[in-house]
């Protein structure tokens, strides 16, 4: 809970509140460095970034606490604006003192809560056929040209209105001056704004003039704009970018930003723009592309815009979107989340991120619903905004980072919270960066007095490469946690399930992992191991995924590109398992640190800092370590350096300091300086970052160093150990898969030989039956039975309806169900002697599926076979997926059983696929569970009892298989 205290000032001259300000700094910085004192006094000169290392977290917390102590409200800027403690000093003197700090109420202009709300008209079209985005805001201007799609929060009290009409009639002006400037169809054009309502218009103005947008996140104060751009150069060298979008400051640095980017022609102002548009009268409102100086109709194929993954550091990644990646993920994340025109989005993502400017915005503009969105900076200096724009705007839909969520329960006083109402707010993702089960349990109970629903917390996984969403829970529902043993997990990969923790011995002991849900519509993903096989369930691997939202790769990078593919998989980079089907991280393959939302690349970094004198060359690691406290991860460097006195370790880090603000933008969280051999690396002399990591975390990095040959002996010796294991487990693996295909063909051999033999149909199955039996317990695959008691008396006529995972299905219910069943299989079977000879003498039915007449004649034979006493088994989803989940059941066992009154039972599946997989002739090691339900009569001979037969039968094995329900998703 936030520290409430009132801790206001009395004195009243400049020189006693200086000296208050400058010890207030000095406690936050021992606070934030675990004690330490700054390496430099502080003085009122002292920079908060490059001197103290305060990042944008770090300076919302300083404003925080220095409106508390000079009971002052600092304007909205000053988090922005101040370089210097003697800036933060001169916002104090200006500010209007008054009795406590600024509560987040309504804006000034608003006289209700009636007018805050957004009540607009629902919306029952969708645009479904557009295929551009060009084209998605042309349908809304022709449906619905004046209705309100923008709420810009200007500052904290004062917000823009913009409707579809009003975006549509600006971008084409900024258009008209785009084409005026030389801009071609294809050409790249960068936009570097803040969160403002040009930005919308300069995004969409590239877009009519056929360019390709390349968003570049805008520098946190004015005066670093020199800086900021010369640390972009390489993203706009990548680019081939010919002109920029920026604030008007930047123009007069167009000539010495041209000497590094070839390709740039002009730095240009919105402002300017209009004034290069062409004399012309407005277009109409049903403008089309082709009419702004007939440059042509875009197409779905073409690049929408570059969403670059890096560029503050080492070679910049430009995520190619096109306009049909961008819509069908949109329309798959929509779906998944159920959105319309009757939501509100509220948001303060920044728009230049793939979750602000795709998730927010186009997704807002796609399902018609008005997006109310506010500077970052707005959130970052009063949290308690956020959470007032979803109250007083009726807010439903709202997204952020882990840490936005810990600042919210760490820095917002109670004071600000008197009378906040978040029953509307349905459903809040967290996402982009790593999740933190604490944080969601802290914010959810925090919070839950004022209306949020514990349901509400979502999170979810994504990445540029998919365009934004990859996988989202499938239903409404509390965030589920997973507690795995964490040695076990580290050892061998494998998530065996533990009770929560309930204490620290416990949580040491104990993996949290938290579901992220299923892959959106026509979306896959799998787990697979360092040889590119794929994992069956709780096992970790590297994620891959693939769909229609998927990026063709990276902008003028061929061989980034390449190594981005794996057959018709692309790599995430990322670590995780599956549980039923659903996605769980566990970490991250590619070097990269996540901060507040942001990507961090720690290459460059390191190869500067091992330039410095003092420190030794490549002995540096800069990784990242989560902080349970700022709920988002920690930025640190590891240096080591012959130097052991403290002054000298002090200037170190002081020019460490530095050298991460300009290379990275921000400021680390802890710089260490270590003795020579500290680092542990490869054998090949690789700097490993993970186990730098674990001495960071563990507290080791300072304990006695044993002597380099016993280090070199130790490493070698967990170096090889931990080789030996994984070739050891692939080669079990290997071994496996090799000895259940022996067991198989060992034991189908004879099967089939008796099966052919035997007369009687009983008999067929007695062996049948040993067969199944046999090579379950020769593979130690575990089989366990649930329900066996549903299963009604032998000769009572039922049917059973199972759900279809793998090959194995038919298997597993002749070994546990001791049934004599009559599998109902597909009609092309027949066209295979050893399958037709088979299949026949075990008594099963063959239906031709693509035969209408002769599948109504198939239904009926099998309607009398019911009769017999021996259960009729179908698969009703008609065939196996490889992805997890339940898919439509067909009608034709259900219209059987009301036709002949006899009972459904449901049989669910458990196990199998994770074992051997759709498409896929690698078995797995694995356990599977067979779950008998009770029986369904049917209620009557009708239609609709055929129907409901079906959905009953159906809503049980998908309750009882954990899988996500697919029926509405024939995508997949």
């Avoid at 061929?558 to 769980?584: A, I, V, Y």
Wanted: proline residues 7%.
């Amino acid at each position: 809970m936030p520290d409430t205290t009132d801790t206001r000032h009395t004195a009243s001259d400049p020189r006693s509140e200086a000296q208050q300000l400058l010890a207030l700094v000095h406690a936050l910085y021992q606070e934030l460095n675990q004690h330490q004192s700054p390496p430099e006094p502080i003085t009122l000169h002292t920079a908060l970034d490059a001197d103290l290392g305060f990042d944008s977290l770090s300076r919302a917390e300083l404003l925080q606490r220095t409106e508390r102590l000079f009971g002052v409200t600092l304007d909205d800027q000053t988090l922005a604006t101040s370089e210097t403690l003697q800036d933060l000093l001169t916002a104090v003197h200006h500010a209007q003192r008054h009795a406590q700090a600024e509560m987040a109420g309504p804006p000034s202009f608003y006289t209700g809560e009636e007018t805050a709300a957004i009540n607009l008209a629902h919306v029952s079209d969708t645009p479904t056929h557009v295929t551009t985005l060009q084209g998605l805001l042309d349908w809304h201007v022709t449906q619905h040209p004046d209705r309100q799609h923008l709420y810009v929060y200007q500052n904290a009290t004062d917000i823009d209105i913009i409707s579809y009409r009003t975006l549509q009639t600006h971008a084409q002006e900024i258009a008209r001056g785009l084409i005026h400037a030389g801009i071609a169809p294809g050409d790249t054009v960068a936009i570097m704004l803040p969160t403002s309502n040009d930005y919308f218009y300069s995004f969409f103005g590239i877009l009519y003039a056929r360019a390709i947008p390349v968003p570049i996140y805008p520098p946190a104060r004015p005066s670093q704009i020199e800086d900021h751009l010369m640390r972009h150069a390489k993203i706009l060298q990548n680019a081939g970018v010919k002109l920029m979008i920026t604030l008007p400051e930047g123009k007069p640095l167009s000539r010495l930003l041209r000497l590094q980017v070839d390709s740039l022609h002009a730095i240009v102002s919105v402002e300017a723009l209009r004034h290069q548009a062409a004399p012309t009268s407005p277009p109409p409102h049903t403008h089309q592309q082709a009419d702004i100086a007939g440059i042509g109709t875009p197409h779905a194929d073409d690049i929408a815009f570059l969403q670059y993954t890096s560029g503050s550091t080492g070679v910049p990644k430009g995520v190619m979107l096109t306009h049909a990646n961008l819509l069908a993920n949109i329309r798959a994340m929509g779906k998944a989340v159920n959105a319309s025109s009757k939501d509100v989005f509220v948001s303060w993502l920044p728009v230049y991120h793939d979750m602000g400017l795709i998730g927010a915005w186009l997704g807002s503009l796609y399902h018609a619903m008005p997006l109310v969105i506010m500077s970052p900076l707005l959130f970052l200096s009063k949290p308690e905004r956020w959470l007032w724009a979803i109250h007083h705007h009726k807010g439903t839909l709202s997204p952020a980072p882990n840490f936005a969520y810990e600042l919210c329960v760490n820095k917002v006083e109670e004071s600000a919270l008197k009378g906040l109402d978040l029953s509307q707010w349905r459903l809040s993702w967290n996402g982009a960066e790593p999740i933190s089960p604490r944080t969601i349990t802290a914010f959810t109970e925090r919070f839950a007095r004022f209306g949020f629903r514990q349901e509400a917390m979502s999170p979810v996984y994504g990445l540029a490469e998919s365009s934004v969403g990859l996988t989202f829970p499938t239903t409404v529902r509390t965030p589920r946690i997973e507690y795995v043993d964490r040695q076990r997990m580290m050892q061998s990969g494998h998530a065996i399930p533990c009770a929560s923790p309930h204490h620290d011995t416990d949580e040491k002991q104990i993996l949290p992992l938290i579901g992220l849900g299923h892959p959106l519509g026509g979306h896959q993903i799998r787990i697979v191991d360092p040889f590119g096989r794929e994992m069956p369930d709780r096992q970790e691997g590297e994620v891959e995924f693939k769909g229609p939202s998927a990026t063709q790769g990276y902008y003028h990078e061929p061989d980034k590109t390449e190594t981005l593919f794996h057959d018709s998989w692309l790599r995430t980079g990322d670590r995780g398992l599956t549980m039923d089907g659903e996605l769980f991280l566990t970490g991250r393959t590619k070097d990269i640190i996540i901060k507040a939302g942001r990507n961090i690349y720690p290459h460059e970094l390191e190869s500067a800092v091992s330039q410095l004198t003092g420190i030794r060359k490549g002995c540096v690691a800069v990784f990242a370590s989560h902080s349970p406290h700022a709920g988002t991860e920690q930025l640190i460097v590891l240096a080591e350096s012959h130097h052991s006195d403290d002054d000298t370790q002090q200037q170190l880090k002081s020019q460490i300091q530095s050298l991460a603000v300009n290379l990275l933008s921000v400021p680390t969280d802890d710089v260490v300086i270590c003795p020579p051999r500290t680092i542990p690396k490869t054998s090949s002399g690789k700097i490993r970052r993970s186990a730098c990591q674990d001495l960071y975390q563990t507290h080791s990095l300072h304990a006695p160093q044993r002597a380099v040959w016993w280090q070199t002996v130790r490493l070698t010796g967990v170096g090889l150990w931990h080789t030996t294991k994984r070739g050891l487990g692939g080669l079990g693996d290997y071994l496996f898969a090799a000895y259940m295909w022996l067991a198989m063909i060992t034991l189908a051999v004879p099967v089939w030989i008796l099966v052919a033999l035997l007369p009687s149909r009983q008999a067929c199955w007695h062996v049948t039956r040993a067969g199944a039996r046999a090579l379950f317990w020769l593979t130690r695959t575990r089989l366990t039975l649930e329900g066996q008691a549903n299963l009604p008396p032998k000769g009572t006529p039922f049917i059973v309806v199972a759900n279809h995972a793998s090959y194995l299905d038919g298997l597993v219910l002749a070994a546990a169900t001791g049934c004599d069943h009559q599998f109902v299989a597909k009609a092309e079977l027949l066209r295979q002697p050893i399958a037709r000879i088979f299949l026949t003498k075990i008594g099963s039915h063959f239906v031709e599926r693509f035969n209408v007449k002769q599948s109504l004649s198939d239904t009926e034979k099998m309607a009398e076979s019911a009769m017999s006493g021996a259960p009729l088994t179908v698969f009703p989803e008609g065939t196996l997926y490889r992805m997890a989940g339940i898919h439509d059941f067909h009608l034709g066992a259900f219209q059987i059983a009301t036709q002949q009154q006899i009972p459904i039972v449901p049989i669910t599946l458990r196990g199998t696929r994770s074992i051997l997989r759709d498409r896929s002739l690698f078995p797995r090691r694995g356990a599977i569970t067979v779950s008998i339900d009770s029986p369904l009569p049917p209620e009557g001979k009708t239609w609709q009892a055929t129907v409901a037969l079906r959905d009953q039968a159906r809503a049980r094995i998908l309750q009882r298989s954990g899988e996500p329900d697919l029926a509405k998703d024939t995508t997949r």
